[in-house]
């Protein structure tokens, strides 16, 4: 069974970092572009970033340049978020997903559930 799983969300006070950690199961993540994507109440689901197959090639929303690091260990089928300088409007549910095509903008085929990212002082 193909499966992403999120963990590594939480609670945060403005100014903190939390690593995000997507892990996969049942499918080769080195084969993949990921990307990492997030929503937050009342908002439409927006990309955060993504990397490329070899992790040679990522990109960032502009809301997220310079705070944000993605990052991948195929070895460990695993790939990163790190997020630092946290602010309340990062407060989202954030999901990656795995696709055959690089980009924010790509279509992605296979999703995880869900971790929830709160920043609140």
């Known amino acids: 069974q193909l499966q992403l799983v999120e963990s590594g969300g939480g609670l945060v006070q403005p100014g903190g970092s939390l690593r995000l950690s997507c892990a996969a199961s049942g499918f080769t993540l080195g084969y993949y572009a990921i990307g990492w994507f997030r929503q937050a109440p009342g908002k439409e689901r927006e990309g955060v970033s993504c990397?490329?197959?070899?992790?040679?090639?990522?990109n960032y929303a502009d809301s997220v340049k310079g705070r944000f690091t993605i990052s991948r260990d195929n070895a460990k089928n695993t790939v990163y978020l790190q997020m630092n300088s946290l602010k309340p409007e990062d407060t989202a549910i954030y999901y990656c997903?795995?696709?055959?095509?690089?980009?924010?903008?790509?279509?992605?085929?296979?999703w995880g559930q869900g971790t929830q990212v709160t920043v609140s002082s």
């Open positions: 990397i490329s197959r070899s992790g040679g090639s990522t």
């Open positions: 997903a795995a696709g055959s095509i690089y980009g924010l903008g790509s279509q992605y085929d296979y």
